[in-house]
């Protein structure tokens, strides 16, 4: 599903005003339309005499809103009309709607100071629900002065409310919540869902999130180059590998993990069996010699390879040579136990500055990576890094908040200095690339966060990779599907319980699920 931001919605709008002569009324007509809808299936019946509260504010978010106070009172509800500005200082078609609203007799309340707010507070004692029309995409930074109070009323209340467009207080683009937010139980918005709504923190107050369609001329919206996507099973659908029926091992790649050090042996082992339970044909671990007997207890299908260590048990530089010869026609997944002993990250910084192979590079990989981002700039192959916030913190010399505070920004901007496809794990996933795409991941739960899911992902999006899949799409899809393997788990056990075993034992039933109707 296509993301817009607050500006290409702005512009698909107003295109569709001057291209197409549809006028803005119209859109706001539908708009306001929409989320009555939406409270009709709340009430799941007729609205005659529900109490309703709709809050406007003074921009188009609060026009909606004088669109579903008119609706609403003519299907007989009890209406009561918030306005929080003075009425001269709407304008344009949301000035038009409160005359008609006026004319109508709905009655309203200005809130305009703090002593205003004492009729709020009775009035959510009675209400059935709150409309949010207080803001929209033309929200910037934080809720200020009488209107967060007010927020923070509602919130108090526990009424159920509906958010117009945008949970009021939310940022349209970044999802960013920089003081009092409304927590929606459902929020309609409008032609396509603005990227806030699906990204951490704003996606938590946004509630069940209806798309609605306002007579945006669908072609209008197709042939936008819009370049964020919402990760969906469809778009995972269709880009999964197509197996033939005369496919033999080879038609499937190889993957190379590349790692492991004595005591981290889990590491490698969950990337190669979660690259074997992912499609890949051939899956080989490649491990300090010390460790391949090991290694060759715990993994079956998947082949292990003695490399050249270190007298404390880790790769060694001299390594390099093993692994290059071994590249050819490969996927390498590259830091999976690997440690952070100089020698073996002096072997990736040395493996980066020449990369043989399209390259996974995660974990303690990652670690190696920090001061020497330019050797990937100049990679004639794929690169998929995939760090979590501290790690991008290190990348980038910031705090963990910083990246958490500004995580689209940052990645987007990371992919494209870096040239490489990134992958910023945490919730709400977000996989960035260097020509600008972005997709959002919807999957995935807090119990996820337990040692070994990252070795499984890196594993899968190198099985993708190895499966001829582009990049981006090996990682977008590999992050989806992760994610669901471990909703998978923790609906069926618990999330505290879920282990990164788990997620590669959900995997068969999840890619079923998207080989159904291939
Ligand atoms: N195609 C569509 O998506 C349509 C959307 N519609 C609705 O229009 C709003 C966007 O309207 P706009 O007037 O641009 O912005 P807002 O209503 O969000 O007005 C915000 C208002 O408040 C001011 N403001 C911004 N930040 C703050 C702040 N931190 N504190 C106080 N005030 C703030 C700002 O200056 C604005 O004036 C969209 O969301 C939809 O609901 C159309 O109705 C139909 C087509
Ligand atoms: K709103």
């Known amino acids: 599903m296509k993301l817009a931001t607050a500006e290409e919605m702005r512009l698909l709008d107003q295109t569709a005003i001057n291209e197409y002569g549809i006028p803005g009324v119209l859109l706001m007509e539908n708009a306001g339309l929409a989320v009555v809808h939406a409270i009709k299936d709340y009430f799941s019946g007729p609205l005659a005499r529900k109490r309703v509260m709709?809050?406007?504010?003074?921009?188009?978010?609060?026009?909606?809103?004088f669109v579903v106070a008119r609706h609403l009172a003519n299907a007989g509800c009890d209406v009561k009309l918030f306005l929080l500005c003075k009425p001269e200082e709407l304008h344009g078609d949301a000035a038009l709607n409160w005359k008609i609203a006026r004319k109508m007799n709905i009655r309203y309340q200005l809130i305009l100071t703090e002593r205003d707010l004492n009729v709020v507070k009775v009035a959510l004692m009675y209400t059935e629900l709150v409309v949010d029309g207080i803001f929209g995409t033309g929200f910037q930074g934080a809720a200020q002065g009488t209107i967060a109070k007010l927020i923070e009323l509602v919130n108090e209340a526990g009424k159920p409310v509906i958010s117009i467009d945008l949970p009021s207080g939310m940022e349209a683009d970044t999802g960013r919540v920089n003081g009092a937010c409304i927590k929606a139980r459902c929020t309609v918005t409008f032609g396509l869902p603005k990227i806030g709504l699906v990204l951490e923190p704003g996606a938590s107050f946004v509630g069940?999130?209806?798309?609605?369609?306002?007579?945006?001329?669908?072609?209008?919206?197709?042939?936008?180059?819009?370049?964020?996507?919402?990760?969906?099973?469809?778009?995972?659908r269709q880009l999964l590998p197509v197996r033939a029926i005369d496919s033999h091992k080879g038609s499937f790649g190889h993957v190379l993990v590349i790692g492991g050090a004595p005591g981290m042996t889990g590491a490698v082992t969950l990337a190669a069996t979660a690259a074997v339970r992912s499609g890949a044909g051939l899956?080989?671990?490649?491990?300090?010699?010390?460790?391949?007997?090991?290694?060759a207890m715990k993994l079956?299908?998947?082949?292990?390879?003695?490399?050249?260590?270190?007298?404390s048990g880790t790769l060694?530089?001299?390594?390099?040579?093993?692994?290059?010869?071994?590249?050819?026609?490969?996927?390498?997944?590259?830091?999976?136990?690997?440690?952070?002993?100089?020698?073996?990250?002096?072997?990736?910084?040395?493996?980066?500055?020449?990369?043989?192979?399209?390259?996974?590079?995660?974990?303690?990989?990652?670690?190696?990576?920090?001061?020497?981002?330019?050797?990937?700039?100049?990679?004639?192959?794929?690169?998929?890094?995939?760090?979590?916030?501290g790690e991008m913190a290190r990348l980038l010399g910031v705090s963990s908040?910083?990246?958490?505070?500004?995580?689209?920004?940052?990645?987007?901007?990371?992919?494209?200095?870096w040239q490489a496809v990134l992958v910023l794990k945490g919730a709400k996933t977000v996989v960035a690339t260097p020509e600008g795409n972005l997709y959002v991941n919807p999957t995935g739960n807090p119990g996820m966060a337990t040692g070994g899911s990252g070795d499984v992902l890196a594993g899968m999006i190198g099985a993708l990779l190895a499966q001829g899949m582009k990049a981006e799409h090996a990682a977008a899809v590999a992050v989806y599907l992760h994610g669901a393997a471990g909703d998978e788990g923790a609906r069926r056990g618990s999330q505290a319980s879920l282990t990164a075993g788990d997620?590669?034992?959900?995997?068969?039933?999840?890619?079923?699920r998207l080989e159904e109707r291939l």
């Not at 490649?286 to 007997?293: I, R």
């Not at 997620?503 to 079923?512: A, G, N, R, V």
């Open 401 to 417: 908040g910083e990246i958490q505070a500004n995580r689209r920004e940052i990645v987007e901007k990371a992919a494209r200095e």
């Open 54 to 65: 709709v809050i406007a504010g003074k921009g188009n978010n609060g026009g909606d809103g």
């Open 283 to 295: 899956v080989t671990a490649a491990v300090p010699a010390g460790l391949s007997s090991v290694m």
């Open 503 to 512: 997620i590669i034992d959900y995997l068969p039933l999840i890619f079923q």
């Open 316 to 389: 060694s530089l001299s390594a390099l040579g093993v692994i290059e010869k071994a590249a050819g026609n490969k996927v390498i997944v590259l830091g999976p136990g690997l440690s952070r002993q100089q020698e073996t990250q002096d072997l990736v910084r040395s493996f980066l500055a020449n990369i043989p192979c399209p390259v996974v590079l995660d974990a303690d990989g990652l670690f190696a990576l920090s001061g020497c981002q330019d050797f990937i700039k100049n990679s004639s192959y794929p690169v998929v890094l995939t760090p979590h916030p």
């Open 208 to 236: 069940k999130m209806l798309v609605a369609d306002i007579s945006l001329p669908q072609e209008l919206v197709v042939k936008q180059p819009l370049r964020r996507f919402l990760l969906d099973q469809d778009f995972c």
């Open 300 to 311: 079956t299908e998947a082949m292990s390879l003695s490399l050249p260590e270190t007298g």
